[in-house]
């Protein structure tokens, strides 16, 4: 397409898009049958693995690890110039915690 100046360009484009963003709507509005129906059920919903983790983070283990991360981080924040990272912790609170979150997690699922 020939366009007679940037302006036509972008005024052709704008309303390309319009019309893309409004099909998609449309096209959702029709797969879900209409607006908010599906958003309410879905709010209900809570993934199992969120409580699972927050209860393992009280176990002794992972508040010890995670005592330490905080630690760790608050040192490297107030230093302007390092090269430490909490990597390593950050990791060793994540692996404890996960392997916590994987013996409990297979009696949620069905």
Same mark, same amino acid.
């Given at each position: 397409?020939?366009?007679?100046?940037?302006?036509?360009?972008?005024?052709?484009?704008?309303?390309?898009?319009?019309?893309?963003?409004?099909?998609?709507?449309?096209?959702?509005?029709?797969?879900?049958?209409?607006?908010?129906?599906?958003?309410? *059920?879905?709010? #209900?919903?809570?993934?199992?693995?969120?409580?699972? @983790?927050? +209860?393992? $983070?009280?176990?002794? =283990?992972?508040?010890?690890?995670? *005592?330490?991360? #905080?630690?760790?981080?608050?040192?490297?924040?107030? @230093?302007? +110039?390092? $090269?430490?990272?909490? =990597?390593?912790?950050?990791?060793?609170?994540?692996?404890?915690?996960?392997?916590?979150?994987?013996?409990?997690?297979?009696?949620?699922?069905?």
């Amino acid at each position: 397409r020939h366009y007679r100046s940037v302006e036509h360009a972008q005024i052709f484009l704008s309303g390309s898009l319009r019309k893309v963003g409004t099909m998609g709507l449309e096209d959702e509005l029709m797969l879900t049958g209409g607006p908010g129906e599906d958003e309410e *059920e879905e709010e #209900d919903v809570v993934d199992p693995i969120t409580n699972i @983790r927050d +209860q393992c $983070e009280q176990i002794e =283990t992972c508040v010890k690890l995670r *005592e330490i991360l #905080d630690t760790c981080t608050e040192r490297v924040s107030s @230093r302007s +110039q390092t $090269e430490e990272t909490c =990597t390593e912790e950050l990791f060793d609170f994540l692996h404890a915690r996960d392997h916590c979150v994987a013996e409990k997690i297979f009696s949620k699922l069905k």
